[in-house]
């Protein structure tokens, strides 16, 4: 029965793995929040134009990865397969270009029809943060600064490595694009068709192929160090004295590539071997052209995205939900007292259960096993008294307490 089955790539999430998405989301809100990046949200679906022009119609996202249709009223929509272009469509369309610098964090799914496997799905979820309007290497400090903290925090930067490259500005780009064109077409018959169909409009995302023989050809591809002009090398420089005055480590990546033409200077990766072939956890970079190529003022940025499912997968069980305590009525006159008396300490704030039927053994079972801390008994007695028998369902002792002082009685609980 296919139509029971969740779409190819897509996954529930029940409340055991929905605790790790919020761990992460949360903390990294949390964290985000600490240096300054406030929480903004743009909508799951955009105009096409809005990916494909920043994006590129050659990069894999476009080409392979979208999910585009035509809706009802005939505009061509896509849904988000990631959020900065989103963002950047965002400061545009609400004229904030003149009141940066901005500072955004967003978490929330993105979409790509790629192939599943372990870290790899067509809906997942994302966390990030841009930082628009800065075009000092400080931003791009504080940015990797941010990433590194909320891994700490989750309990897994030490699992993770951080690789640093410079794409440099754009002069030093357009000199080694030229000279990586110009030893490619010397070894053309080495590469993979896909690096061949990149060659002209693409070639730096060659450097970072997975194919054998674009690996061999690319051990011998001129470094970009050597294109790298004295701008470009003092902004790598300011940031790696920047990473270093914070204790921040890093190992220099020279093959650490964002193939498109607005990313330039400072690229990154936070990457593990815990997770077998997608070891990619938070990817990011300078996009300096961006706005410029999305039709506003030349603005600078940097910004990061990170994967909550593969950042879930590393993290430590979070703590479990606040246990909560259960209301048993004892006999039919005791069923609406103990509504009443749910609901109040509901108001009052806390968790509260009521098994909804059977007799008072078959209650306590349930309390049991939705692990209630404790147990309120209301029966005929309590009621005459206005009082309730509170019941440590760890210890299993009882106390009887007045209704008025239950909520103090009940704190220690929680
Ligand atoms: P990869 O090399 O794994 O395909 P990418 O370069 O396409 O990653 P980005 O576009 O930089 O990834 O996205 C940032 C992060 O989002 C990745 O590092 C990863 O953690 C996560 N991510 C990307 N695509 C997926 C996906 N299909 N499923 C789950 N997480 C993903
Ligand atoms: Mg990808």
């Given at each position: 029965?296919?139509?029971?089955?969740?779409?190819?790539?897509?996954?529930?999430?029940?409340?055991?793995?929905?605790?790790?998405?919020?761990?992460?989301?949360?903390?990294?809100?949390?964290?985000?929040?600490?240096?300054?990046?406030?929480?903004?949200?743009?909508?799951?679906?955009?105009?096409?134009?809005?990916?494909?022009?920043?994006?590129?119609?050659?990069?894999?996202?476009?080409?392979?990865?979208?999910?585009?249709?035509?809706?009802?009223?005939?505009?061509?929509?896509?849904?988000?397969?990631?959020?900065?272009?989103?963002?950047?469509?965002a400061v545009l369309s609400n004229?904030?270009?003149?009141?940066?610098?901005?500072?955004?964090?967003?978490?929330?799914?993105?979409?790509?029809?790629?192939?599943?496997?372990?870290?790899?799905?067509?809906?997942?979820?994302?966390?990030?943060?841009?930082?628009?309007?800065?075009?000092?290497?400080?931003?791009?400090?504080?940015?990797?600064?941010?990433?590194?903290?909320?891994?700490?925090?989750?309990?897994?930067?030490?699992?993770?490595?951080?690789?640093?490259?410079?794409?440099?500005?754009?002069?030093?780009?357009?000199?080694?694009?030229?000279?990586?064109?110009?030893?490619?077409?010397?070894?053309?018959?080495?590469?993979?068709?896909?690096?061949?169909?990149?060659?002209?409009?693409?070639?730096?995302?060659?450097?970072?192929?997975?194919?054998?023989?674009?690996?061999?050809?690319?051990?011998?591809?001129?470094?970009?160090?050597?294109?790298?002009?004295?701008?470009?090398?003092?902004?790598?420089?300011?940031?790696?004295?920047?990473?270093?005055?914070?204790?921040?480590?890093?190992?220099?990546?020279?093959?650490?590539?964002?193939?498109?033409?607005?990313?330039?200077?400072?690229?990154?990766?936070?990457?593990?071997?815990?997770?077998?072939?997608?070891?990619?956890?938070?990817?990011?970079?300078?996009?300096?052209?961006?706005?410029?190529?999305?039709?506003?003022?030349?603005?600078?940025?940097?910004?990061?995205?990170?994967?909550?499912?593969?950042?879930?997968?590393?993290?430590?069980?979070?703590?479990?939900?606040?246990?909560?305590?259960?209301?048993?009525?004892?006999?039919?006159?005791?069923?609406?007292?103990?509504?009443?008396?749910?609901?109040?300490?509901?108001?009052?704030?806390?968790?509260?259960?009521?098994?909804?039927?059977?007799?008072?053994?078959?209650?306590?079972?349930?309390?049991?096993?939705?692990?209630?801390?404790?147990?309120?008994?209301?029966?005929?007695?309590?009621?005459?008294?206005?009082?309730?028998?509170?019941?440590?369902?760890?210890?299993?002792e009882q106390i009887t307490v007045?209704?008025?002082?239950?909520?103090?009685?009940?704190?220690?609980?929680?």
């Amino acid at each position: 029965m296919p139509s029971l089955q969740s779409v190819r790539g897509t996954q529930d999430l029940l409340p055991a793995q929905m605790r790790r998405h919020r761990a992460v989301t949360e903390t990294a809100r949390r964290v985000a929040e600490r240096y300054g990046f406030e929480e903004m949200a743009t909508p799951i679906f955009e105009f096409t134009e809005v990916f494909e022009r920043p994006i590129g119609e050659t990069t894999d996202i476009v080409s392979k990865e979208m999910y585009s249709f035509t809706d009802r009223g005939g505009e061509t929509v896509t849904l988000r397969p990631e959020n900065t272009a989103g963002v950047v469509r965002a400061v545009l369309s609400n004229g904030l270009t003149q009141s940066t610098p901005l500072k955004f964090f967003y978490s929330g799914p993105m979409f790509r029809y790629e192939r599943p496997q372990k870290g790899r799905f067509r809906q997942f979820h994302q966390i990030g943060v841009e930082l628009i309007g800065v075009a000092q290497p400080q931003a791009d400090i504080e940015v990797i600064a941010a990433g590194a903290r909320i891994l700490d925090e989750l309990g897994i930067l030490a699992r993770t490595e951080l690789e640093l490259n410079t794409l440099g500005d754009t002069a030093s780009r357009q000199a080694y694009r030229a000279a990586l064109i110009a030893y490619y077409g010397d070894h053309l018959a080495g590469l993979s068709e896909d690096s061949r169909r990149r060659l002209e409009r693409n070639p730096l995302r060659i450097l970072d192929s997975k194919d054998g023989g674009d690996i061999r050809v690319n051990a011998g591809a001129p470094p970009y160090s050597d294109y790298l002009n004295e701008t470009s090398r003092d902004f790598f420089a300011a940031v790696r004295r920047g990473l270093d005055a914070i204790g921040i480590a890093y190992r220099i990546n020279a093959r650490l590539v964002r193939g498109l033409d607005y990313y330039c200077h400072t690229a990154f990766e936070f990457v593990t071997s815990d997770l077998g072939a997608q070891g990619t956890v938070m990817g990011g970079g300078r996009y300096d052209g961006l706005v410029g190529v999305m039709g506003g003022p030349e603005t600078p940025g940097v910004g990061w995205a990170a994967g909550i499912e593969r950042l879930a997968m590393l993290i430590a069980e979070p703590r479990g939900a606040t246990r909560p305590v259960a209301v048993v009525p004892v006999g039919e006159a005791a069923e609406l007292p103990a509504l009443r008396l749910a609901e109040t300490l509901r108001r009052a704030g806390f968790a509260i259960d009521e098994a909804y039927s059977g007799n008072v053994g078959r209650r306590l079972k349930r309390a049991n096993k939705i692990a209630a801390r404790a147990a309120i008994l209301l029966g005929e007695d309590e009621l005459a008294r206005d009082a309730a028998t509170v019941r440590d369902l760890d210890s299993g002792e009882q106390i009887t307490v007045p209704l008025a002082s239950l909520a103090d009685h009940l704190a220690r609980f929680r």
